[in-house]
């Protein structure tokens, strides 16, 4: 957001800069390409100029140097001339004599060589005297050809020296002859002939320099060549300069071209250098033009990435003055560029930081480059950290100044030095050793736990590998094994357990759990394992396993339901076999609401919500009570504690003990409780008899001897009266003690009266029913019970009523014992009678009563059962009859007996009631 | 047997053992007025302190008597301190069969409340009589034990040997001693026997040997 508010600003205060030194670096370049083709054109006119001048000069002189190799060529010719007329002259004025003729003429050639021969031809046209000696042309005697006649003939008509055409002789030898006429008086005698060579005349006649200088070639008129003087042809055709060879005028030209003394290469050679000059320079302008718009878009991109650089740059003086900064000043701290030129970095600097800054910029001034990192005032007043480099050059007394923003790094920093410090005392604390190995298996790092456990220093096992130190040597292929299948990514993510070696030989067991060690790029560099010493946990969990299934046994042996709760989520935690066996072998995880058992929010069970129980609270009782399960129709015995569970957290330990059985027993005890109180009444009498027996006893004994003593002295007449008065009033006393013991027997027959209430006889039947239940269910026979829930309650003496059915129920059972097993129904009646009572009958299906026993039936001490007091029957009538009641037998129609008895309804009573209560 | 031992013997003492004041009271009237001596006890912890072995006489002792130690169980302590007071145990109604196992216990007679006086002073006289006559018996086998304590070794071989009924020849063979030696060892056991006939003698020895042995 900083930035993206800044940026655009920093790009339109730098982009046209380069436009504009486009276009004009673009003019400027025309000027000196113009220059420099310019230069050329000018230098190569310059060039032209002076070549010109050069050739016309040559020229010139050649012209010159042709006309004066002809003149000499002339003069020599004259020079021969007149020898030849010299001796033409003697000749024909017979001076001359063929020796002379011949030494004259030997000799004139030898001075000059261009001559070849010097014969005198008479008029015959044939040779007459030659030289010199040794030639083999001219020989004496040998006529002329036809031309050389003509040319004879004319040198003899005209008079004068002529020339003839020159020609080549039969040795190849291009040839001039000059015949010049012997004159004797009119007549003409021949001519004496000179023969030039042409070659000779060339080599000879001019100069070497000449020679050197220029080709001479004799052309004739029609421009065949006769003779060159050298067979070099690297002569320049244009300086060429021909001129006719006077006085022969037969056509006979002089050419003479100039050697190329410079090739034309060398000729062209000065334009060529200023083409290439030209052109080289051209090149190292374009190369000139190439690095200049490399150095400016170097420099263009060297101030962008001023301009634009995130990083704060700035030059500064020595003294530490801001010089120039780029923009990013701005966006980092807040200043604009502009403003900071001219101030002091150590305005800006953090007073702490000050001290430690100035040594350090102090420290530049050696040439040193320095990094340090310092915090800055922004323009906000915050303080940011930068990390600062500086560079300084001397020579310029300069300082280059590179700063980072790194508060954010520095925080990283911080907040990372933090981590790793805290990485590190996690690591040194950890008791988990940590192994790390790269891919093929080397250890790479381990912990100071992982050392400490093994006992090998970091040394030793960083760097190793397999087999590592810690691998007992009789175990290291399964541990080879396991660490190819760690290697190839196969590491079971249970982790595996190992036996490893102590590096002083103790064996351990240690756990390793192995995770993939990815680095920061997110590449796998190897594999970390977690290595935990489980020696002493795997014995203490092999003893707790132990103690756990003894406590498992011992739970799961109990006969009650054990179960463990939350207290806060009810779910069950734990629950025993027994408890499973009642509610179902999945009970653990399910509510204990769904098995209709005490849960909290019922403060019919709980007196404190035990979800409100923190954990000090506990232990605690819950509950303690007793509860049917719905669904076994069980009774059980539920007592419930909070207590503190093995997490920590708040439950609810419940132990439910069947107590059905018990329950049944209790219920058959307090039956029989029930039953021996309410026969207690009848049995007090027969205990009263023995009791008031016993009781009596003693004084009545006592007065017995008191007498016999008295009798037995009175007999012998040894006496004492006063002791016999003694004994006498001592049997008196005991005689008063006795009466005592009748009075109280009296008194206690008198306090157990029947207590009449309304009772309602059904519950009376039904009580009385079950109480014989379990007799009847021993004698295999069944009771009927026909009482009409609407029969009005009879007031009556609940118990004593019961007594009476019991003893009904009890004899009519007996009496059925030899009954077919079908037949032994007992059936118990009850309903209104016409006089308005209500009336009970029990009907057995018994052996019966005769006549006779029927009529002693209720008379007392007689009975018909063996074991029997005969007490039972005329007990019950006086019961019934002391309720105004009446109890009599038939015999059943159907076999057996039937005993009735009425008792009063309660609303005819009422008076009765109140009476009896009073 | 001997009128000397007779006028040594200590006299007979009826102690009586019931928790009714006035039946105990009544008793000692009865009982004194027959011209016996008795001692009355109101409870068994208050007779227990009075238990010797050489106690003579007869106990009445009341089987019921509730709030303390009950008269079987006195009977019981009274047989641990090896003492052979006869017992006579009276009983209520129903007590019978308590009674019944004292019999079988060692007591001598039981007598049920309520009892005739006559019945009861005849019970108590046999008793006594009994009592002393067993007394007078045991006085004299302690002296034959004492004697034969007083024999040597050799004494007392001959002596077994006699009373298997040996001659002198035989006995003589058996111990490979001679008939004089024999003679003269018979001689004075008869002497430290204080026997006057050898009929006494073995008779004499017997009736303990018998007591030992069985």
Partial sequence: ?918 | MNPQVLTAMPEQIIYLVDDDEALRDSLIWLLESQGFKVKGYPSAEAFLPEIRPDMTGCLLLDVRMPGGMSGLELHDRLRASFCTLPVIFITGHGDVPMAVSALKKGAVDFIEKPFNDEALLRQVRQCLAQEEENRARRRQDAEVSRRLGQLTQREREVLDLIILGKLNKQIADVLGISIKTVEVHRARVMEKMGAQSLAELVQSVMAIEGVNRG
């Fill in chain 1, 1 to 918: 957001m900083h930035d993206g508010r800044q940026m655009p600003k920093t790009d339109t205060s730098v982009a046209p800069a380069p436009v504009v030194s486009r276009v004009r670096s673009a003019w400027y370049w025309i000027v000196p390409y113009g220059a420099v083709l310019l230069f050329a054109f000018t230098m190569l006119t310059l060039a032209w100029v002076l070549q010109r001048q050069d050739a016309e000069a040559q020229r010139n002189a050649l012209a010159r140097d042709v006309q004066w190799a002809e003149q000499t060529m002339r003069l020599h010719m004259q020079g021969t001339e007149e020898f030849l007329a010299q001796l033409a002259r003697e000749m024909a004025g017979g001076d001359l004599d063929r020796d002379a003729f011949q030494i004259r003429a030997s000799q004139h050639i030898a001075n000059n060589p261009e001559l070849i021969n010097v014969a005198w031809v008479a008029a015959d046209q044939r040779v007459h005297w030659t030289a010199p000696f040794d030639t083999t042309d001219w020989l004496v005697g040998d006529p002329l050809s036809g031309v050389q006649a003509v040319v004879l003939a004319r040198a003899r008509s005209q008079g004068r020296p002529v020339y003839g055409e020159a020609y080549v002789n039969g040795r190849a030898t291009p040839v001039l002859e000059v015949y010049v006429p012997i004159q004797q008086g009119r007549s003409t005698i021949g001519a004496m002939v000179a023969v030039y060579s042409l070659d000779r005349m060339m080599t000879h006649l001019v100069p070497t320099w000449f020679a050197e200088k220029y080709r001479l070639t004799f052309t004739q008129p029609r421009g065949e060549v006769l003779a060159i003087n050298s067979a070099v042809n690297t002569v320049d055709e244009n300086l060429s300069h021909a001129v006719q060879l006077e006085p022969p005028g037969n056509g006979l030209r002089l050419v003479a071209t100039a050697y190329q003394t410079e090739s034309p290469l060398m000729r062209l050679l000065p334009l060529a250098l200023i083409a290439g000059l030209s052109l080289f320079v051209l090149w190292s302008l374009w190369l000139v033009r190439a690095h200049m718009q490399r150095r400016v878009r170097v420099e263009r991109e060297r101030d962008q990435l001023f301009n634009l650089s995130l990083d704060m740059l700035a030059i500064l003086s020595l003294d530490g003055v801001f010089r120039r900064c780029n923009p990013a000043f701005e966006r980092i701290l807040g200043y604009p560029p502009e403003e900071l030129p001219g101030r002091p970095i150590v305005d800006f600097l953090h007073p702490e930081d000050v001290a430690a800054t100035i040594d350090e910029l102090r420290g530049l001034a050696s040439g040193a480059p320095a990094t340090f990192e310092t915090r800055c005032l922004c323009a906000d007043g915050s303080y940011k950290w930068l990390v600062w480099s500086v560079n300084s050059v001397r020579e310029e007394k300069l300082m280059y100044a590179v700063a980072h923003d790194i508060t954010g790094r520095k925080s990283a920093e911080e907040a990372l030095r933090a981590e790793y410090a805290f990485r590190k005392s996690m690591e040194e604390s950890l008791i988990t050793g940590l192994r790390a190995i790269d891919l093929t298996g080397r250890i790479t790092y381990v912990n100071p736990a992982f050392c400490s456990m093994t006992g090998w220093s970091q040394e030793e096992l960083v760097g190793s590998q397999a087999p590592f130190p810690y691998w007992p040597r009789d175990n290291r292929e399964a541990l080879q094994q396991t660490l190819a299948l760690t290697l190839a990514g196969n590491a079971p993510s249970t982790g595996f357990e190992k036996r490893i070696r102590r590096k002083n030989g103790e064996r351990m067991d240690a756990r390793f759990y192995i995770s993939p060690l990815i680095d920061a790029a997110g590449r796998q560099t190897g594999w970390m394992a977690s290595v935990t010493d489980i020696t002493e946990p795997k014995r203490i969990r092999a003893q707790l396993q132990v103690a756990h299934e003894r406590f498992v046994v011992v739970l799961d042996g109990l006969d009650a339901a054990v179960y463990v709760a939350d207290a806060a989520s009810d779910e069950i935690l734990f629950a025993n076999r027994a408890f499973k066996s009642i509610y179902g072998f999945d009970a653990v995880g399910r509510r204990v609401g769904e098995f209709g058992l005490p849960t909290p929010p019922n403060t019919l069970w709980y007196d404190v919500d035990p979800r409100r129980l923190s954990p000090d609270d506990v232990p605690r009782e819950l509950y303690d009570g007793e509860l049917r399960n719905d669904h076994s129709e069980r009774w059980y015995h539920i007592r419930e504690r909070a207590i503190r569970w093995v997490d920590g957290r708040v439950v609810r330990m419940a132990i439910a003990t069947d107590v059905t059985d018990r329950k049944r027993v209790d219920e058959e005890n307090r039956a029989q409780q029930e039953r021996l109180q309410r026969t207690s009444r009848l049995i007090t009498m027969g205990e009263m008899a023995s009791t008031l027996a016993h009781e009596l006893n003693q004084p009545l004994g006592a007065i017995a001897n008191y007498a016999m003593g008295c009798v037995n002295r009175l007999k012998s007449g040894e006496y004492r009266t006063e002791d016999i008065l003694g004994a006498m009033q001592k049997a008196s006393a005991q005689a008063e003690r006795a009466g005592k013991i009748i009075r109280r027997v009296r008194e206690f027959v008198k306090k157990s009266e029947p207590r009449r209430h309304p009772v309602s006889l059904a519950e009376v039947v039904e009580d009385a029913v079950g109480f014989m239940e379990v007799d009847v269910r021993r004698l295999g026979a069944r009771v009927e019970v026909q009482v009409p829930l609407d029969l009005p309650p009879v007031f009556a003496d609940g118990v004593m009523i019961e007594q009476v059915v019991l003893n009904l129920v009890k004899n009519g059972i007996e009496a059925m014992g030899d009954a077919p097993a079908e037949a032994r129904v007992l059936l118990v009646e009850a309903g209104l009678n016409p006089e308005g009572q209500v009336q009970v009958s029990v009907t057995d299906r018994g052996h019966g009563l005769s006549e006779d026993a029927r009529a002693k039936l209720f008379s007392p001490f007689y009975t018909t059962k063996s074991e029997g007091m005969g007490m039972g029957l005329n007990i019950c009538r006086s019961i019934i009859e002391f309720h105004e009641g009446r109890l009599w037998v038939d015999p059943n129609p159907a076999g057996g007996c039937i005993f009735r008895f009425t008792l009063p309804l309660e609303n005819l009573n009422e008076s009765s009631s109140a009476d009896s209560d009073a």
